[in-house]
């Protein structure tokens, strides 16, 4: 097992953005799939973003261009650039492990943006 932290969530205007991190508590080079979801009051948790211990990436439609996720393997850490935020954007951010015998969630950062 693996735990996960998050931070760097907070309140941002409009069209702002944010870094999220993710600090896990060892490294992170055989964690097959690490990820970020959100969910909003009264909502699903949905997928932001995910990245693959090679690299490869893959993003909702509604963060596509705006949202950038990236791994450093050795720090155990994961990131989520968030730019040209929206209201819609508002939700709790959660960081996810997935190595295929085993999945963790970190306790989750808010993000809130005001119009």
């Known amino acids: 097992q693996v735990q996960l932290v998050e931070s760097g969530g907070g309140l941002v205007q409009a069209g702002g953005s944010l870094r999220l991190s993710c600090a896990a508590s060892?490294?992170?080079?055989?964690?097959?799939?690490m990820g970020w979801y959100r969910q909003a009051p009264g909502k699903p948790r949905e997928l932001v973003a995910t990245?693959?211990?090679?690299?490869?990436?893959n993003y909702a439609d509604s963060v596509k261009g705006r949202f950038t996720i990236s791994r450093d393997n050795a720090k155990g850490t994961v990131y989520l650039q968030m730019d040209s935020l929206k209201p819609e954007d508002t939700a709790v951010y959660y960081c996810?492990?997935?190595?295929?015998?085993?999945?963790?969630w970190g306790q989750g950062t808010q993000v809130t943006v005001s119009s």
């Open positions: 996810n492990a997935d190595r295929g015998d085993f999945t963790s």
């Open positions: 060892r490294t992170i080079f055989t964690i097959n799939v």
């Open positions: 990245i693959r211990r090679g690299g490869t990436t």
